[in-house]
C-alpha cells in the first residue's frame, strides 16, 4: 500500500504552453511540489471549470473527477487522460487559458492535490503514521497549511471525501 499511496502522492508542473508533450510519466509526478502560486491559479480554474461541468450535460454521465478514478493508482494514465479532456473541451481549454494554466499542468496539480489531500486524511485517521518514503511529505504539510481552501476547490470540482 505504501508503493501505491506515494505514487499517487507524486505529480509534477513543467509544461510550455501549445506545444506538444511527452505523454505524463510516474517521474514527472513523482518530484511534484504543491505551491501557493500554482494553486491560486488552480482555484481560479476549478470555479470555471466547475461552473462548465454542472452546465454541460456531457459530465453528468462522465465526470472530470471521481473518487474510483482518485483512487484508480494509475495516477499517470489519470493525467493524461485528464489532459486529453482538458484540451478537447473548448470551454474547459479556455477556463484554464483564462487562468493561465496549460491543461498539463491543471491536471498534475489535481493529481499530487487529490493524491496529498488522501494522504493527509490517512495521517489524521491514523491509518498511516507517516508519509511513505517517497512521497513528497511537503504536499501533505501545504494541505495540512491549506485545508478549508483546498475542501473548498475539491469539492467544486467534485471530489468530496
Not at 459530465?59 to 474510483?68: E, I, N, S
Not at 494522504?119 to 501533505?140: D, I, K
Amino acid at each position: 500500500m505504501s508503493v501505491i499511496l506515494a505514487l499517487a502522492l507524486a505529480g509534477t508542473l513543467t509544461a510550455t504552453a501549445h506545444t506538444p508533450q511527452a505523454p505524463i510519466g510516474i517521474y514527472d509526478l513523482a518530484d511534484y511540489r504543491l505551491t501557493s502560486e500554482v494553486f491560486d491559479r488552480f482555484k481560479q480554474a476549478s470555479r470555471l471549470i466547475a461552473e462548465i461541468t454542472r452546465h454541460d450535460s456531457a459530465f453528468t454521465d462522465a465526470p472530470l473527477f471521481t473518487k474510483d478514478i482518485a483512487l484508480s493508482g494509475d495516477a499517470p494514465a489519470m493525467a493524461s487522460s485528464l489532459v486529453a479532456r482538458l484540451e478537447n473541451h473548448a470551454g474547459l481549454a479556455g477556463a484554464l487559458q483564462t487562468a493561465k494554466l496549460t491543461p498539463r499542468e491543471y491536471a498534475k496539480f489535481a493529481i499530487a492535490l487529490i493524491a496529498a489531500h488522501l494522504a493527509h486524511g490517512f495521517l489524521n485517521a491514523g491509518v498511516l503514521q507517516r508519509v511513505p518514503s517517497g512521497a513528497p511529505t511537503e504536499n501533505v504539510k501545504f494541505v495540512e497549511e491549506h485545508r478549508a481552501q483546498i475542501a473548498m476547490v475539491l469539492e467544486d470540482i467534485g471530489v468530496r471525501d
